[in-house]
């Protein structure tokens, strides 16, 4: 007693997958995005509708009662995650979207288990979602836990891990073939359980600065995972939703390893070579020009161009409107401002533009690498707040360093560069800074937020 | 539906994604991967279909844990890029040129 019928189901699948498209297209521009997004909504919100007029649907109530819960869950995390917490938050959501779709194809797999419907491409689809499904998951939930710093940041090394990793795979695409031979649903639980396992491994040596691509890689999991469960229930929707999320998170995935100078697999397995992903953090004692608040006022007041370059530090520092304020201030005085933004300042693609957004910094202002670098040869300071090895010139120079090829914002073509630094340990690549001791460059000590305070009043009055 | 056409509807979805996804402004990534978690909520719908036509209690149960957490993530992942996307447009100053 479906009220609708086949044809009207698939129009109104179609229906939503153009909302979909049209939600990622919004985002081409920071104008039409909200717009998009809402597209996006109202077209999920469609789909579930037609989902519940077309099924012929047992237990409604009991489904019905589950989406409020999973609402009253969902709602109150979205509108109070901090904009710096964005990473933990996405990385969850990614996690239950991948858990979800590994169950929904497990379920699917004990209904059909009995018929002999089933279409051989149709396991290999099962297969594929609840292993990968898992693995997005498990490696979800540690990111998270990495992220949220209830486990370390660092890289952690099992005893063993290489061959456990490698194990642990051949086993899973073992039983991935056995599943895909059998349609046995016990081995597919199986398959789930190994999954998980490999979801932990994979994501545990990942070191902290490194988490971008993890989230992105992940992302495009999930996105796959989804696109399988469709091909397993045989939906359009779910099959077009999830490729057009995969095609997302592999883009992210090789923009962000790029913009690092490394490879995806280097990130991934970097640590179980033993490669260097953690430096030194042995502090230099070499000499450097520390200035006052009051010098880098005067430095600041009197130019013509200043380019500020943030680092995670400033978000940490939470100074992102004091930064705003002292924005405002120089633009009053006359003085071109710009914000160079390194494609992996903060801890997720883009993450550092939402972090200035949320403290009203116009996004006309926010200038991504390529764009920035041909201006700081024109640019009187460049005032660089809790960032380091994105514009450390070792990327370019010392070819042994971890960071080598990894492209940097060209600061030291400007006229005169401030750093404000909590003190002199290296940043997370763990190598020294040559940048810090040359002669057009002044330090500024202390809280990213305090100094900041201290150069506004300064700036004042002037 | 068959599986050639499925597949069909798959190569033809990578590419569309790919160039949609490639014009997505730098600034917006963030939104975008968490709008893009948002869209593989809708695995929600298999997971209504599924326990729809749960015919035993476990099959309830895993079902019903499914549908939770779908519902996490489509509705979270959409109302999380909203409050993200509003600070983008709300200042929108003159002489910008993007």
Known sequence: ??????????????????????????????????????????????????????????????????????????????????????????????????????????????????????WEGDLAAVAFTVLVGAVS???SVVTFLKLQEIMTTRPVVLP????????????????????????????ASLLGLLGLVVG???????????????????????????????FVLGNTLLLVAGTLVGASGTILTRLMAAAMGRSVAGVMFGALRGGSTAGSTAVSSRPVRSVSPEDVAILLGYARKVIVVPGYGLAVAQAQHTIRELEEMLRGRG???LYGIHPVAGRMPGHMNVLLAEANVPYQALKEMDEVNPEFRTTDVVL??????????????????????????????AQQVVFLKRSMRPGFAGIENELLFDPKTSLLFGDAKESLAKVLAAVKGL | MDGVALLSIFVLSVFVGFEVVSKVSTILHTPLMSGANAIHGIILVGAVLV??????????????????LATVNLVGGFVVTDRMLEMFGSRPTPGGDR
């Open chain 1, 1 to 118: 007693m479906s009220l609708l019928s086949a044809d009207a189901t698939e129009l109104g699948y179609l229906l939503a997958a153009v909302c979909f498209i049209l939600a990622l297209k919004g985002l081409s521009s920071p104008r039409s995005a909200r717009r998009g997004n809402l597209i996006g909504a109202a077209g999920a919100a469609l789909a579930l509708a037609v989902a519940f007029l077309s099924g012929d649907l047992d237990h409604l109530v009991p489904i019905v009662v589950a989406i409020a819960v999973g609402t009253a869950l969902a709602v109150p995390a979205a509108r109070m995650v901090k904009m710096t917490q964005m990473p933990q938050l996405v990385a969850l959501f990614n996690g239950v979207g991948g858990g979800a779709a590994a169950l929904v194809a497990l379920l699917e797999l004990g209904e059909t288990a009995g018929g002999t419907s089933a």
């Open chain 1, 137 to 139: 998951f498990a490696g």
């Open chain 1, 160 to 187: 063993g891990a290489k061959p456990l990793m490698i194990g642990g795979l051949v086993v899973s695409l073992g039983v991935a073939v056995a599943v895909f031979g059998s349609g046995q649903p016990v081995l």
């Open chain 1, 200 to 230: 932990v491994m994979l994501v545990l040596p990942v070191g902290g600065a490194d988490v971008p691509i993890v989230i992105s890689l992940l992302n495009a999991f999930t996105g796959l995972t989804v696109a399988a469960g469709g």
């Open chain 1, 335 to 337: 003085i071109e401002v």
């Open chain 1, 384 to 413: 660089v707040v809790g960032a380091n090895d994105v514009v450390n010139p070792a990327a370019k120079t010392s070819p042994g360093a971890p960071i080598y090829g990894m492209p940097i914002l060209e600061v030291s073509d």
């Open chain 2, 51 to 68: 326990t729809g036509h749960a015919d035993d209690s476990i099959t309830l149960v895993v079902g019903l844990l499914a549908v939770v």
